[in-house]
């Protein structure tokens, strides 16, 4: 069963930083394009990041505050978010396809969310 699992999340003062994982049974992440998403309370849920062969990315919002990265020794890849601001709270998802040439537009696989709260 091919399953995606998210951890590292938690709660944070503002300006502080956490590291996500996301890891996957079943199958190789590295031969997968891979994406962060966030959902707040009352929003729409939107892309945060994303890693493929090509390139990486990232929304407005988190540029140069947030890093998506591959570890491929341990088949995982990592969000590092750095001076977190309370409107960084949400439930952070992350995605994998494989369609891993550019980052797609729709992800086959779905973790189950991890909580990040930022609030002092």
């Known amino acids: 069963q091919l399953q995606l699992v998210e951890s590292g999340g938690g709660l944070v003062q503002p300006g502080g930083s956490l590291r996500l994982s996301c890891a996957a049974s079943?199958?190789?992440?590295?031969?997968?394009?891979v994406a962060w998403f966030r959902q707040a309370p009352g929003k729409e849920r939107e892309g945060v990041s994303c890693?493929?062969?090509?390139?990486?990315s990232h929304a407005v919002s988190v540029e140069g505050r947030f890093t998506i990265s591959r570890d491929f020794a341990n088949h995982v890849v990592y969000l590092q978010m750095n001076s977190l601001e309370p409107e960084d709270t949400a439930v952070y998802y992350c995605a994998a396809d494989p369609d891993r040439y550019t980052c797609p537009a729709e992800y086959q696989y779905w973790g189950q969310g991890t909580q990040v709260t930022v609030s002092s």
């Open positions: 079943g199958f190789r992440l590295e031969d997968y394009a």
């Open positions: 890693i493929s062969d090509t390139a990486n």
